[in-house]
């Protein structure tokens, strides 16, 4: 069997799909991107396109090997998403070849259906209590919401009182009847994390996720020492020889790699497997398409540690495109109580709307992330 065609779809909101085809008739679908630099990744994925044309896809291993170490230089967001959507599509394919979802290729499943959790509240914020009436209402009890909005390195009281605030209100309205993440978004530099995760301590979140930037990891366990919150972070982290560093220093107790982010289904299998070894848990970051969700539930569905799911419906980045618009089985991602059911049919289990993905390559925006700045004029993060 041989690899005859890669092509991609730039497809709205901001994702994009790879389909793989072969000499047998087989295909496969992957999504390799890089939310903002889509093109980027699309060079990427052509530049690998010379070597994977030709070769065997049920040799995946090895394949994801060449594409990582055949080049002298490797790693970084850009290649190990290239990597991750061409990954993706090969376990899609062997899965259809040999007439199984993905999971039973992995050793089998170890849980009978997978937490989620959805977004709410959007870029900034406010409005959130709304938001999570509008969700419970078909079974989500899980949400994640933005922590802050622009935060200065040292900043006020104000902008720490509103923050707390906002959470609080959340815990007056639905007491323990919800769970619940909060994301710092890397906005918050070290010296506020520590009084943000303070003050935010006494509501008892989920988690606090990217406490401060991936950059500044060395404060992971400085942070986690001064505070009893759980830490989380991993979408900005694209190997296990990044990830290495954090579990060695400690401090993460919930490791989100992106399964279009961080080489595919190959290596955040391995990823899942060391976190389980330093007693982390496992919650794969999936702002992304149905492609990219579906590899991620065929993850979770074999790692012991995993414990919560991302997922992007009615989430604020999804403008032009929902989540299952461009998927002809969405009644396999039914969600039931706040659980995905293992996905049923063979391969990712996702069976992709290729003649509406095709249309809706034809217009694709190039979506950009907003450039915050603060009061002063200097850039922010966001
Ligand atoms: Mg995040």
Redesign the pocket.
């Known amino acids: 069997m041989k690899i005859t065609k890669l092509t991609l779809y730039r497809v709205p909101p901001r994702w994009m799909f790879l389909k793989i085809e072969t000499d047998e008739g087989v295909t496969g679908w992957g999504e390799p991107v890089i939310e903002g630099r889509a093109r980027t990744v699309e060079a990427a994925v052509n530049e690998l396109t010379d070597y994977l044309v030709g070769q065997d896809p049920c040799r995946i291993n090895d394949l994801w090997q060449v594409m990582y170490r055949g080049g002298f230089y490797r790693g970084g967001p850009i290649m190990m998403s290239a990597i991750a959507g061409v990954d993706q599509a090969l376990w899609d394919i062997k899965g259809k070849l040999l007439g199984v979802p993905v999971y039973e290729l992995l050793g089998g499943r170890v849980r009978d259906r997978m937490k989620m959790y959805s977004w709410v509240g959007g870029d900034r914020p406010a409005e959130v209590i709304e938001g999570i009436h509008t969700l419970r209402e078909i079974g989500i009890d899980t949400f994640k919401l933005n922590g802050t909005e622009e935060l200065g390195i040292v900043d006020t009281a104000a902008k720490v009182d509103a923050a707390v605030g906002r959470i609080a209100q959340i815990r007056d309205a639905f007491g323990k009847t919800i769970e619940f993440g909060i994301?710092f978004?890397g906005r918050v530099a070290a010296p506020m994390a520590k009084v943000l995760l303070r003050e935010l301590e006494p509501f008892r979140p989920l988690f606090v996720?990217?406490p401060v930037l991936p950059e500044q990891a060395e404060y992971y366990p400085r942070l986690a020492e001064a505070t009893a919150i759980p830490l989380a972070a991993g979408?900005r982290m694209f190997s296990r020889f990044e990830f290495k560093h954090v579990f060695r220093r400690g401090g993460i107790a919930i490791v989100q790699p992106d399964l279009s982010h961080a080489g595919g289904i190959t290596e955040c299998v391995k990823i899942a497997s060391m976190a389980e070894a330093y007693d982390v848990a496992f919650a794969p970051?999936c702002p992304l398409g149905p492609v990219a969700l579906a590899a991620c539930l065929q993850v979770d569905f074999v790692a012991h540690n995993a414990v919560l799911q991302e997922q992007s419906m009615g989430i604020h980045y999804n403008k032009g495109a929902e989540l299952f618009d461009y998927v002809l089985n969405p009644e396999d991602f039914v969600i039931t109580d706040g659980y995905f059911p293992p996905l049923p049919k063979p391969g990712l289990g996702v069976i992709v709307d290729e003649e509406r993905v095709i249309a809706a390559s034809r217009n694709a925006p190039d979506w950009r992330n907003p450039v915050w700045r603060h009061p002063d004029g200097s850039v922010a993060e966001w």
């Open positions: 994301d978004h996720e990217e979408e970051h």
